[in-house]
């Protein structure tokens, strides 16, 4: 120990530190001074504009800046002052220690400021929503739909086959007396859901119907004549088919604002993603837990 007390290097270092620790105790009221300095620059502007504004465009910031009156700058300044000052009054009460909802708010803000990143990239082109557009087609897919009206006897009291009996009489009288969409309601039995459907997905026949009479009555062709029976869930039914229509995938002229908007959202994500996955790349992550 005697021997680093007598190393030159050693002494000129402790005297050192004693001379700028008595140089801080000295000057001591300038330094708290400092302390409760706010500096404000062009530079700290832009930046707290940029930040408030959620776009990071320095041209356009300065441009700004540069054009507020001498009113608005010092509000602009205020408006700093006061978040710094509360900010370093937070610190120095080391709020910000194991603060899990500070915590997440800071992770929510650097998250939120990720997206500033996609005012900097290209506006999307015509070419960018023809590519989207043909890797994303099977997204704007439209489902089947049909219209018709029913005539419906139930299975429920008596046996299928007698149900289908009395279906196919009814069906006779229908096309025989030529009864309209309208009339419908006057003939059959009541059934649980509706009596018409106009322009419903095929999803909607089946869950009320039952897949069975889903497919027929999409094969069915539209014909001005009532046609069946039908079997369905519970029972058979008369159909009068007045449209139906077939899947199909509009064309990017049809949607082309639903389609550069959903283009948008994913570029933004993926900028937003990349921006995020930089930061992190920064970081070498260790998992020091019991391994398995």
């Known amino acids: 120990m005697k021997k680093i007390f007598r190393e030159p290097l050693f002494q000129f270092l402790l005297i050192a530190l004693l001379l700028l620790g008595g140089e801080r105790l000295i000057n001591a009221d300038d330094y708290a001074d400092q302390q409760y300095q706010i500096v404000v620059d062009d530079q700290v502007l832009l930046q707290f504009m940029q930040l408030q504004a959620k776009t990071f465009k320095p041209e356009q910031a300065m441009a700004a800046?540069?054009?507020?009156?001498?009113?608005?700058?010092?509000?602009?300044?205020?408006?700093?002052a006061r978040n710094e000052a509360l900010f370093r009054e937070a610190m120095a009460l080391n709020l910000d220690k194991n603060d899990q909802v500070i915590r997440r708010r800071l992770i929510q803000k650097m998250d939120y400021l990720a997206q500033g990143f996609y005012d900097e990239v290209a506006p999307l082109t015509e070419a960018d929503l023809q590519t989207y557009y043909k890797e994303h087609r099977q997204d704007y897919k439209k489902p089947a739909s049909t219209t018709f009206t029913h005539v419906f006897i139930s299975s429920e009291k008596r046996s299928v086959e007698d149900a289908k009996n009395l279906a196919v009489e009814l069906h006779s009288q229908l096309i025989a007396e030529q009864v309209a969409f309208e009339n419908a309601p006057g003939y059959g039995e009541r059934f649980l859901y509706h009596r018409n459907y106009v322009n419903r997905d095929d999803d909607e026949i089946g869950s009320h119907f039952g897949d069975s009479f889903q497919q027929q009555l999409f094969a069915y062709q539209v014909f001005d004549q009532w046609q069946g029976p039908v079997q369905s869930n519970y029972g058979w039914h008369l159909v009068l088919l007045v449209k139906n229509t077939p899947a199909y995938i509009p064309e990017l002229a049809e949607i082309a604002s639903t389609v550069f908007a959903d283009a948008q959202r994913q570029r933004q994500q993926d900028i937003k993603r990349k921006t995020i996955d930089g930061l992190i790349s920064k970081y070498n992550v260790s998992d020091q837990g019991q391994q398995q």
């Open 65 to 80: 800046l540069k054009a507020l009156s001498a009113e608005d700058r010092q509000r602009l300044v205020d408006d700093y």
